[in-house]
């Protein structure tokens, strides 16, 4: 996946003001957390293509994952 997708969902995320830190997985992944929860770059590169890189639409994709 192009790193300008990333970057795109991760200036998203900073201008919703949603704070976020990352980490490198086990297999050398990089894992962005968000309120505690861990996502993958490309869950994060989904939410910003449907435009939900929002406290609602990550709510709501997590509802989503967990069912």
Known sequence: MPARDI?????ELAKAGIAFTSEVGPKG??????D??????????????KGALT??????YLVDRAA
């Open 29 to 34: 992944e990089k894992i962005y957390i968000i």
């Open 7 to 11: 970057t795109l969902a991760l200036t």
């Open 36 to 49: 505690r929860i861990r996502l993958r770059e490309d869950e994060l590169i989904e939410l910003q293509s």
């Open 55 to 60: 406290r609602d639409g990550l709510r709501q």
